[in-house]
T-cell receptor, first 113, second 112 residues
Framework: DQQVKQNSPSLSVQEGRISILNCDYT??????FLWYKKYPAEGPTFLIS?????DKNEDGRFTVFLNKSAKHLSLHIVPSQPGDSAVYFC????????????FGKGTHLIIQP | DAGITQSPRYKITETGRQVTLMCHQT?????MFWYRQDLGHGLRLIYY???????DKGEVPDGYVVSRSKTENFPLTLESATRSQTSVYFC???????????FGEGSWLTVV
């Protein structure tokens, strides 16, 4: 039973355009959502997060949107740059997450020149 | 800022051998975690620890043993390695009941 789903294994976007990565979740207890970015041969690095009390959080070129009624969140990257090519993991937890994060399978973003 | 360091980074072992992956963090974080990453599965939690001498099972604990005698160390042991345990293992930590977890660089383990 996959509680966090990233249904697009890969996404190709032209440099300078907007990249939109999607994530769905099934656990209604999740109250905090995060995006991690991962380059090959490195550990995941924290990118941006959002609490369930908000519907949008922005940090520079990165914006995360949360639609609680649809149990859906998305990560927008504008404008996309070559260095954004990586695997992006959506993650969630509840109640402070003492037991860690639940991750999606990841989306491989490829930025084309 | 050393953060989290994992060792070894790369390891090849034989089926049935015992293997220990080390994890050390310099932030004095209370919580530590072990995840494994496999194609088609993303990151799955093996074990976690809320403090020294406190450990709990995650989603995929079978075949693994952990200990946490010191806050800064969280070793993961495969008591009798199997080919299905070929994976990339990530150690992670966080300060308290907050939400952001910080990962190490990973340990690539191949069981032949």
């Amino acid at each position: 039973d996959q509680q966090v789903k990233q249904n697009s294994p890969s996404l190709s976007v032209q440099e300078g355009r907007i990249s939109i990565l999607n994530c769905d979740y099934t656990n209604s207890m999740f109250d905090y959502f995060l995006w991690y970015k991962k380059y090959p041969a490195e550990g995941p690095t924290f990118l941006i997060s959002i609490s369930s009390i908000k519907d949008k959080n922005e940090d520079g070129r990165f914006t995360v949107f949360l639609n609680k009624s649809a149990k859906h969140l998305s990560l927008h990257i504008v404008p996309s740059q070559p260095g954004d090519s990586a695997v992006y993991f959506c993650a969630a937890n509840s109640g402070g997450g003492a037991d860690g994060l639940t991750f999606g399978k990841g989306t491989h973003l490829i930025i084309q020149p | 800022d050393a953060g989290i360091t994992q060792s070894p980074r790369y390891k090849i072992t034989e089926t049935g051998r015992q293997v220990t992956l080390m994890c050390h963090q310099t932030w004095s974080h209370s919580y530590m975690f072990w995840y494994r990453q496999d194609l088609g599965h993303g990151l799955r939690l093996i074990y976690y620890s809320a403090a020294a001498d406190i450990t709990d099972k995650g989603e995929v604990p079978d075949g693994y043993v952990v200990s946490r005698s010191k806050t800064e160390n969280f070793p993961l042991t495969l008591e009798s390695a199997t080919r299905s345990q070929t994976s990339v293992y990530f150690c992670a930590s966080k300060q308290g009941p907050g939400n952001t977890i910080y990962f190490g660089e990973g340990s690539w383990l191949t069981v032949v």
